[in-house]
Nanobody, 120 residues
Framework: QVQLVESGGGLVQPGGSLRLSCTAS????????IGWFRQTPGTEREGVSC??????TFHYYAKGRFTVSRDNAKNMVALQMNDLKPEDTARYFC???????????????WGQGTQVTVSS
């Protein structure tokens, strides 16, 4: 079973930044659109951002504060989160699909997620 791996989460103060990474050892992420999602307890997963195979990006949450990028050499996709707010607190997941979507349906591969907590 292909597994994506997220890292970079943690506790950060409001106004701070975090950079999440999504990597995989069994697939070439360059061949997939990579979406980022967030989920809080009792809610459904919400689309955050997505980057397509051609580098095209889509943002569904926190527009202007979050950016998504690829590092093809490292087989990694990053989510840069700036000016974090307490409401950004959630578990963040990356997932792979043939093309970008802000909905979690049909994403083929998922990671276990990384917790982001924004608190003073």
């Amino acid at each position: 079973q292909v597994q994506l791996v997220e890292s970079g989460g943690g506790l950060v103060q409001p106004g701070g930044s975090l950079r999440l990474s999504c990597t995989a050892s069994d697939i070439d992420l360059n061949n997939y659109a990579i979406g980022w999602f967030r989920q809080t307890p009792g809610t459904e997963r919400e689309g955050v951002s997505c980057i397509g195979t051609q580098g095209d990006t889509f943002h569904y949450y926190a527009k202007g504060r979050f950016t998504v990028s690829r590092d093809n050499a490292k087989n990694m996709v990053a989510l840069q989160m700036n000016d974090l707010k307490p409401e950004d607190t959630a578990r963040y997941f990356c997932a792979a699909r043939h093309r970008c979507s802000g909905y979690d349906l049909y994403y083929k591969f998922w990671g276990q997620g990384t917790q982001v907590t924004v608190s003073s």
